[in-house]
């Protein structure tokens, strides 16, 4: 039964239908995945998915061996009406991870948190701009606890998190609008 998943097999069905997705996130689970080494310590495979469909700016579903997934964030889930403990991730949010959550249409399966590396330049090129009297915003689709903390890594002044893909150009037109100069 799907309540019986072990983690690997969590791991496996997410990375099989994150394998059709472009999104940066996806990319780290099916690397994770297909990394040959750990290919070897656990029973990890991608499986052949049918039916997928993105779900912009929530995450994705698909089906696998004739059962139905959904992948993605709170929204996503929020969306399917599925009961979740939310604040089960905010100890991992606040540390600038990202939850991706697997779910069936009846009830939330697990999660995995994924995070951003910060390349050792990106502090360094903050500061730069700081220097030239430049504020620097992040706008994101992430978790705003988990942009907040890799923000503040680096020296952001600001984030603006939740935000849609489609969405990201008005946020830019809003502080256009306040008389900001945005590049």
Same mark, same amino acid.
């Given at each position: 039964? /799907?309540?019986?998943?072990?983690?690997?097999?969590?791991?496996?069905?997410?990375?099989?239908?994150?394998?059709?997705?472009?999104? #940066?996130?996806?990319?780290?689970?099916?690397?994770y995945v297909e990394d040959p080494v750990r290919t070897q310590e656990k029973n990890l495979k991608i499986s052949e998915v049918s039916s997928?469909?993105?779900?912009?700016?929530?995450?994705?579903?698909?089906?696998?061996?004739?059962?139905?997934?959904?992948?993605?964030?709170?929204? /996503?889930?929020?969306?399917?009406?599925?009961?979740?403990? !939310?604040?089960? /991730?905010?100890?991992?949010?606040?540390?600038?991870?990202? #939850?991706?959550?697997?779910?069936?249409?009846?009830?939330?399966?697990?999660?995995?948190?994924?995070?951003?590396?910060?390349? #050792?330049?990106?502090?360094?090129?903050?500061?730069?701009? %700081?220097?030239?009297?430049?504020? !620097?915003?992040?706008?994101?689709?992430?978790?705003?606890?988990?942009?907040? %903390?890799?923000?503040?890594?680096?020296?952001?002044?600001?984030?603006?998190? %939740?935000?849609? #893909?489609?969405?990201?150009?008005?946020k830019i037109k809003e502080l256009q609008a306040q008389g900001k100069v945005v590049a």
């Amino acid at each position: 039964t /799907l309540s019986d998943l072990k983690s690997d097999e969590l791991v496996s069905i997410l990375a099989s239908l994150e394998k059709k997705s472009e999104h #940066p996130i996806a990319h780290a689970i099916v690397n994770y995945v297909e990394d040959p080494v750990r290919t070897q310590e656990k029973n990890l495979k991608i499986s052949e998915v049918s039916s997928f469909e993105s779900i912009q700016g929530k995450g994705l579903k698909g089906t696998v061996n004739n059962v139905e997934y959904f992948a993605g964030n709170v929204k /996503l889930v929020q969306d399917l009406n599925l009961t979740f403990a !939310v604040s089960r /991730l905010e100890q991992f949010t606040a540390q600038g991870k990202t #939850p991706v959550i697997l779910a069936t249409r009846e009830r939330v399966l697990g999660f995995v948190m994924v995070a951003d590396e910060i390349k #050792p330049e990106s502090k360094q090129a903050v500061t730069d701009l %700081h220097k030239l009297g430049i504020k !620097v915003v992040m706008l994101t689709g992430d978790d705003e606890k988990a942009a907040k %903390h890799m923000a503040g890594l680096v020296g952001i002044d600001e984030v603006i998190a %939740h935000v849609l #893909p489609q969405d990201k150009l008005a946020k830019i037109k809003e502080l256009q609008a306040q008389g900001k100069v945005v590049a």
